[in-house]
């Protein structure tokens, strides 16, 4: 039988932790559910969700509707867009039967790529490769969530480019409520023999989403600067997002603290670098996600790595190079710098 195939292409960087990958996560478990009470959906629809960050991973191999159980997603450092894309199509080669001159194969595939930032690769070589190799196998529908990623380099590879300006939990119900729409009405489409070569979208946008107007290039993605730090107790690393400041410039004030596991490494690029900037720079912070431990922004004088600390003893093994040490507070006016993640 002729499938429909739907990728999910989600970005998983830094800047997604909090209430953005919360609603992600929701929403992704809210169209499955949905997807389940639509004969047509269940019948020829099947989705994979692949996860990118510095690098990109299958989270969700492709699988029909009934199967479909919603991903955990996770998180990682930097932007890769054109790992992404090189595994899109790699995925797209194995997943989709093709049309031979003896049998029809697969419907033509829906990509919903969910972006919040800028690429932090070069992703020229992948994007020349789809438009070239893979345009015209798939449609691609790109979303900007929050309105900054690169729409002059999204156009280029997509057949539709949508921005998301609003990203409150209500906005984040409906963006999710458009797309279930939109697979629901090509599930339709394909079963009644009229998809056409094009993408069939939902008419019903909400309020929050909006058609890209061709123009704009999209802002700075500057917004946001992550701190990676480790638990002393248990080693697992945590991110600390802070939010450019609308009121001071060059402060960033503290919005979120998510502990996570190890495998954010495993979406990181290699060898990244990473930009340095000073702890007076950042307002606010929590405490560890991990543990009790009250702070989260201990330095270490050996390899510059952050943790968390006990405040009682002031005393920590660090957990990024083992070095023994206690600790005290920087000198006044003077702070010091910590890594900020890719973004």
């Not at 969700?49 to 450092?77: D, H, S």
């Amino acid at each position: 039988m002729r499938m429909l195939p739907v990728y999910f292409l989600i970005d998983v960087s830094e800047s997604m932790i909090g209430d953005t990958m919360r609603q992600l996560d929701e929403g992704l478990a809210k169209l499955s559910d949905t997807l389940k009470t639509i004969p047509e959906a269940l019948e020829t629809a099947q989705v994979s969700v692949i996860a990118f960050a510095g690098k990109a991973k299958v989270i969700t191999p492709m699988v029909e509707v009934a199967n479909l159980y919603p991903p955990r997603l996770p998180i990682g450092g930097g932007t890769s867009l054109g790992a992404a894309l090189e595994l899109l199509m790699e995925r797209i080669d194995h997943d989709v039967t093709p049309t031979t001159p003896d049998r029809k194969g697969d419907w033509k595939p829906i990509v919903f790529l969910l972006t919040d930032g800028v690429p932090t690769d070069n992703p020229g070589s992948a994007m020349t490769r789809w438009k070239s190799d893979y345009a015209r196998k798939a449609s691609l529908v790109s979303i900007s969530v929050g309105g900054r990623a690169d729409l002059k380099g999204l156009r280029e590879i997509s057949d539709k480019t949508m921005i998301l300006n609003d990203i409150s939990d209500n906005a984040f119900a409906n963006l999710i409520t458009w797309v279930t729409q939109s697979i629901t009405i090509q599930s339709q489409s394909v079963g009644i023999g009229a998809a056409g070569d094009g993408v069939n979208l939902s008419k019903n946008m909400p309020d929050e989403l909006a058609e890209d107007d061709g123009i704009s290039a999209g802002l700075p993605d500057d917004r946001y600067a992550v701190v990676i730090g480790k638990c002393e107790t248990n080693e697992l690393p945590f991110l600390l997002k802070y939010e450019k400041s609308r009121h001071q410039d060059g402060v960033y004030e503290f919005r979120a603290a998510q502990g996570v596991s190890n495998q954010y490494f495993e979406l990181c690029a290699d060898g990244g670098a990473m930009q340095e900037m000073n702890v007076q720079n950042l307002m606010g912070g929590s405490s560890c996600p991990h543990c009790p431990n009250e702070i989260t922004m201990a330095h270490c004088g050996k390899c510059g790595g952050i943790h968390c600390l006990d405040v009682r003893t002031k005393q920590a093994v660090c957990p990024w190079c083992g070095g023994a040490g206690t600790y005290g507070a920087s000198a006044p006016g003077e702070g010091f710098n910590v890594n900020r993640g890719l973004g």
